[in-house]
């Protein structure tokens, strides 16, 4: 079909016109969202409601008592009403535990009977505390994975079915995080609860693909919201530096992300939470959409005290560009290659300059391999879980 066909007939489908721009990217949709009461859940329904969709906003309003930082409140979620109205949406704000399914459930009642049915949700509560793998308590184990994987799944249980009845498809959107494609220390029940929210969606995007709702998840970097902006995430991101502050966390917390940039605003993700919830989207699924404006590459905490040290250091005169694990990676591969290419050059004419080629190959080789080790070593403490009480020693 060519552009201007397009534009003539839209699609037999049933689908808005492709072409078409004046119309908001949300109009006429209903969005449930969990942890809606500030950061992340906040932004989702105010981008949402700016592009013309009505509500259901569902928070746990009081604080879990293994995270080293204070949760929603009941006035925030009345502000994220307050603010949803103010830009044109229709907004049912209700309190509502994620670990609770039967709470979940009669919200949804409550929703279906107000606005006739749910078009998108987005599965964005969640909670952070940090420690070792061997030191974290039972305690904060559940309560993560709980509410991070598990009321993940709750929530998807409680709104679905009534998209599927209804007959009209939909976008399931979960929040998950770098976290849940690679590893990082100290977050052992966060990283494993976020690999689980990854695997859920793309059983999920199979199972539900023949009732036409798509489900992706979404995997930002750090974020600008009170999981992140807290002294306890600064001193875990800078390798334990006691009373770190927001200002020394920004330098050193760059060497997490591909960009220089210390974490991303809530925008930024929202962004990707309309495309994925509006029909600009409509064949995307089972997708894993990473931050783009701040990929972490496997670097941990220990490049970020690096980072920061240096920056605190002036004589040390090592820039962060220069000293993450992606440079190092990159000038390993131009090493091997290099060997590799004189690996593959014809031999030379005479044994004394064959033997001659042969020994600068290898050189190149024992060179481009040292390059590549120092490259493994500078990911390796991600990558196996070191904790960073033992590579603190090392930094």
């Known amino acids: 079909m060519t552009e201007d066909t397009a534009r003539r007939r839209g699609h ?26 500030r950061g992340q859940g906040r932004a989702h329904a105010l981008r949402l409601a700016g592009e013309g969709a009505d509500i259901i906003a569902v ?3 009081e604080s879990v008592g293994t995270t080293p930082y204070d949760g929603a409140t009941d006035a925030d979620l009345a502000e994220t009403g307050k603010r949803v109205e103010e830009l044109g949406g229709r907004v ?9 399914l039967g709470a979940l459930e009669r919200v949804v009642e409550e929703g279906l009977s107000r606005f006739g049915g749910i078009d998108v949700v987005c599965a964005n509560a969640g909670i952070a505390s940090f420690g070792s793998a061997l030191e974290l308590t039972e305690q904060m184990w559940h309560d993560v994975l709980d509410i991070n994987l598990t009321g993940v799944w709750k929530t998807v249980r409680a709104t679905a079915p009534s998209m599927v009845e209804r007959g009209r498809g939909g976008s399931i959107i979960l929040t998950s995080l770098i976290a849940g494609l690679i590893g990082f220390p100290n977050l052992a029940h966060y990283t494993a609860a976020k690999h689980g929210v990854t695997g859920l969606m793309r059983v999920l995007a199979i199972e539900l693909a023949p009732h036409h709702i798509r489900v992706n998840s979404v995997h930002p ?3 600008d919201t009170p999981m992140v902006v807290n002294e306890a ?9 006691d009373g770190a ?4 966390a920004a330098v050193g917390m760059k060497a997490l992300n591909a960009l220089p940039i210390p974490w991303l605003d809530v925008a930024d993700i929202s962004n990707a939470v309309l495309y994925l919830a509006s029909d600009k989207s409509r064949h995307v699924t089972g997708t894993t959409m990473v931050g783009r404006g701040a990929v972490s590459h496997g670097a941990t905490a220990v490049n970020a ?7 605190a250091t002036p004589s040390s005169g090592v820039i962060l560009g220069e000293r993450n694990s992606l440079s190092a990676s990159l000038r390993a591969r131009c090493m091997l290659a290099s060997a590799r290419a004189g690996l593959r050059r014809p031999k030379p004419q005479g044994a004394e300059t064959a033997t001659t080629g042969r020994a600068s190959a290898r050189s190149t080789r024992r060179s481009a391999t040292e390059a590549r080790d120092g490259c493994c070593s500078s990911i390796r403490p991600t990558m196996s879980g070191t904790s960073l009480s033992s590579s603190r020693s090392g930094s």
Do not use: N
Not at 245 to 248: D, G, K, L, M, P
Not at 305 to 311: E, F, L
């Open 245 to 248: 502050t927001r200002e020394q």
């Open 59 to 61: 928070d746990l309003c």
């Open 92 to 100: 049912l704000a209700r309190q509502a535990d994620v670990r609770d």
């Open 221 to 223: 970097a750090t974020v």
């Open 305 to 311: 005290r690096r980072a920061y040290t240096s920056s």
């Open 233 to 241: 995430s600064w001193k875990l991101f800078l390798g334990g530096i």
């Open 12 to 37: 037999a489908d049933g689908h808005p016109d492709p072409w078409r721009t004046s119309m908001k990217r949300a109009e006429g949709k209903v969005a449930f969202i969990t942890g809606a009461a």
